[in-house]
Every structure is written in structure tokens, then in C-alpha cells.
């Protein structure tokens, strides 16, 4: 269902709770209040996208992209701010089978926007690694410092610390390669 027709059925619901109210049923008025409140709050979290998330946290990966994928048209059933978020989740869960793949979507992601600090700290990471991986080294660092900057609640300290001790690592090798070939 789209997002606007989503706040008009909320209006209603909340114009018929007030009727009700008015006409002396206080119980069903409230209960009616409260049911068209939920319908607002999906306006603004799709619950298709909850639910992905709740599958990602306890890290099932299958279950989330098969809620993912009842998202037919994101540009009509999520408003602006929550695009963003829907191409970081396809992101993540595509980094698990391709992760060459998945870059496109993290840099969709960073275009459409993000509120969170830590999710675009998130997605600079994963374009880090994806970059580091193509052995690209100026855009990994580039990427690293961004997602440093990003991190301000350190939640992915770790992640970048070791991010750089592997760039370090991929120095050594490329050296080690250099003088085995003299």
C-alpha cells in the first residue's frame, strides 16, 4: 500500500474514533485512537523493513531478504528517508553471496541519505572493503577516513582498526611480491 493512502486511512480511522467518542462509546473511541496512531507510525517505518531488520540482528540472512523483497517499488511504498536505509539492508544482505555486487547499493544508499551517524559509518565501511578488495588502495583509505568520521559513537572501531591493519598487511605482501621477482 502506499505511504499516502496509509495517512488517509490513519485519518479516517482517527475521525471515526472521535465519532465514536462523541456518541458516548469512550472504548472503542480510544482503542480506535490508538489503532489509527499505528497506521501513522507505518508511514514513517515501513513494517516490511522491521521485520528484515530483526531478521538481520539475529543474523538470518534469508528470512530478512524474503521480507525485502515484498517491498515491490520502494520509491512509492517508502518515503525519501527511508530509501536509503532499504538499499543498505539489500547492501548488506547482497555482501554475503557477491560482495562485488553489493557496492552499488551501499553507494545508493550514501546518495539517498541516511539519519543514523553509525549506517553511513556503516556503509563507507563495506564500500572500504569492497574497495580494498578490488585492491584500490587511495579510495579504501578515502573511505576509511569517512567512515571514521561518521563513527562518533566508536560502535565501529574495531571494524576500521582491523580494516587498516589488513591495508597494512596488503602493503607487506605487495612488497614481499616485489622482491621475490629481482
Known sequence: MPNYIRLIFAAIVLGAAVALMVFGFWGWGILSVFLSILIAVTFFYNEYMLIAQYYLRKDNMDKAAIWLNRIKNAETQLFSGQQGYYNLLIGLIESRKAPLQSEKYFKKALSLGMTMDHNIALAKLSLAG??????????????????????????LADQIKMMKEQMGQMDRTVQQRNYRQF
Open 130 to 155: 569492497i574497495a580494498m578488495a578490488k585492491r584500490n588502495k587511495r579510495e579504501a583509505t578515502l573511505y576509511l577516513q569517512e567512515a571514521k568520521k561518521a563513527d562518533k559513537n566508536k560502535l
